[in-house]
């Protein structure tokens, strides 16, 4: 296949043909074990081959569908093991590789982003894709000065199949949503759709790529490429050598998953106030643990600005949690639009609600683990929980949400870890009004 399919029509079979039927029995299960049912006799099983299926029906569709999948692959640590584990194997591989462009594709669109004398500026160049991505993928190569690079190429075709899969994944997210419990698809599918637009043109990445690397040049933990060339379609940047977080989920030992852990909240928590941006794609397919210790970070196609750094508003309604100030919490939460119109709440129980979310911000050290996730997604989706009610009360204003996700997302992949993380006090570092007494 030398193109992304485009056809709108050849894309929604595709589509269609995702095993949601399984899925869909499989979350069945789940819900009911959450409104009273016996967890010992509900069954939730799904094949490995309906996992494989999932894998290569997103992964040759790239584009929205692969990015739609990349996204759940981030939360599949909020879903019991029982669901999650088959499709566990399957997600991830989305985080890292889809099957590859054909080397004469690659060479067209070089030649049209490059100009025709494109292999003139490399001293050698990888026909082989090193990795790939949503909507493109990287080769190896090294520029004409000697320095090893990444370039990074867009799928032809990319940006109309993109945009036609999220508006089909729209139309089905009513079925999708079985493969999430707890989570709700269509604002995801939604505020994926606002980003791609963004992420289509490689420009924008490179000056978000160039604004990360100023902003952590001489810092000692975290390491981001520099940008050498860019055009709308390709970017050229410095190559980085390192386990992708990924890996150590599956494989690393507890000290390396904690440091992984550390590094990842330091990064995520210092680029609002450093940088005045955040990277919004915190899979862990972007993020490498180098052999000299550092935590390199790639892939700057989504980010959220933020000028002022990370919202006062969020930092306030988490200080206020932490000290169980549920009065002005409730009045702080309804002045800024995150209670639905007309809903009557106690304020003791919107505490109740939002404070274990803070719970890793109570001690000076927090184990992450799949299984703390679990819990928050089963107290929130419990039917019978009065966290539920209050939960379907509450609203998130959209100039949150981006922030929101990416937060979650981070903590996600923490709980992927299993990492002990000192998060108190990075978060007291980067966001002192949470923490200040």
């Known amino acids: 296949m030398s193109e992304i399919p485009r056809s709108g029509v050849q894309r929604t079979a595709k589509l269609a043909s995702l095993p949601l039927g399984a899925a869909g029995r499989a979350a069945a299960g789940w819900g009911r074990r959450l409104i009273g049912g016996d967890g010992e006799q509900i069954s939730a099983t799904m094949s490995a081959r309906s996992a494989e299926q999932l894998f290569t029906v997103l992964g040759e569709l790239k584009g929205g569908a692969m990015k739609f999948g990349q996204a759940l692959s981030i939360f599949e640590a909020a879903v019991p093991d029982e669901l999650a584990g088959p499709y566990r194997e399957a997600l991830t591989k989305l985080q890292s590789s889809a099957p590859p462009m054909p080397a004469t594709d690659v060479h067209r669109v070089l030649s049209e982003q490059l100009g025709r004398g494109w292999r003139e500026r490399f001293a050698d160049f990888d026909d082989e894709p090193a990795a790939s991505a949503s909507i493109g993928q990287v080769h190896r190569a090294v520029w004409h000065d000697g320095r090893d690079v990444a370039v990074k190429v867009q799928y032809p075709g990319a940006d109309e199949a993109l945009l036609a899969d999220l508006r089909q994944l729209g139309r089905f997210s009513r079925l999708l949503q079985p493969l999430v419990p707890g989570m709700e698809i269509k604002p995801l599918i939604a505020e994926l759709r606002d980003r791609m637009a963004e992420e289509l043109d490689y420009r924008d990445e490179a000056d978000n790529q160039r604004a990360f690397a100023k902003a952590f040049a001489d810092d000692p933990e975290i390491r981001v490429p520099r940008v050498i060339a860019s055009a709308p379609k390709t970017v050229v940047s410095e190559w980085i050598t ?11 030992d507890q000290e390396t998953r904690n440091s992984a852990g550390r590094l ?6 210092a680029s609002p106030p450093r940088a005045g941006l955040l990277h919004a794609d915190p899979h862990p397919g972007n993020f490498q643990l180098m052999p000299d210790g550092r935590l390199a970070v790639i892939d700057f196609g989504a980010v959220a ?11 306030r309604m988490t200080r206020m949690a932490l000290r169980g100030e549920s009065t002005e919490l409730m009045e702080l939460l309804r002045t800024e639009g995150f209670v639905r119109e007309g809903m009557r709440l106690d304020p003791d129980d919107v505490l109740a609600y939002l404070a274990p979310f803070a719970e ?29 009610k209050t939960g379907r009360a509450l609203n998130l204003p959209p100039q949150h949400l981006l922030v929101h996700r990416v937060t979650f997302g981070t903590l996600a992949v923490m709980c992927q870890l299993g990492a002990e993380v000192p998060l108190r006090g990075i978060v007291g570092r980067w966001q002192p009004t949470i923490t200040e007494s």
Do not use: C, M, N
């Open 242 to 252: 390192g386990t992708p977080l990924s890996v150590i989920i599956r494989d690393g």
């Open 360 to 388: 890793p911000l109570l001690t000076d050290s927090f184990k992450f683990s799949r299984g703390w996730l679990q819990g928050q997604a089963e107290r929130v989706g419990d039917l019978r929980s009065p966290d539920f």
């Open 264 to 269: 990842l909240s330091e990064f995520h928590y």
């Open 305 to 315: 600005r933020l000028p002022e750094g990370s919202p006062i508003v969020l930092q």
